[in-house]
């Protein structure tokens, strides 16, 4: 399985960035997705999680009404759309999946696959 996050970058505050994840290697319609981050000096934190069929998403309440996470089965890829970007969501971005069903979708410890992130920074 090999998952590859792009779509980072450097965006002023209020602004939008989207990131997209494409994997091979596995039947990606048989997966949930999830997308993580991790801050400078913290730890590994949940943004949004989505389903093999992407008919239900789950979000971090600190990005909820800013963030939607999508999926394209046709094209193996998997979405995060993020407007109002804050400081606060500077971090390097990771996407994860792992075969469907995923107990606990907003846990990094259920995911058993991750891609190699791809930085994001806002500034203020």
């Known amino acids: 399985v090999q998952l590859q996050a792009f779509g980072g970058g450097l965006v002023q505050a209020g602004g939008s960035l989207r990131l997209s994840c494409a994997a091979s290697g596995l039947t990606f319609s048989s997966y949930d997705m999830g997308w993580f981050r991790q801050a400078p000096g913290k730890e590994r934190e949940s943004v949004a999680a989505?389903?093999?069929?992407?008919?239900?998403?789950v979000y971090a309440d600190s990005v909820k009404g800013r963030f939607t996470i999508s999926r394209d089965n046709a094209k193996n890829t998997m979405y995060l759309q993020m407007n109002s970007l804050k400081p606060e969501d500077t971090a390097v971005y990771f996407c994860a999946a792992e075969r469907s069903p995923v107990r606990i979708r907003l846990s990094s410890s259920q995911y058993g696959n991750w891609g190699q992130g791809t930085q994001v920074t806002v500034s203020s």
């Open positions: 989505i389903t093999w069929s992407g008919n239900f998403a």
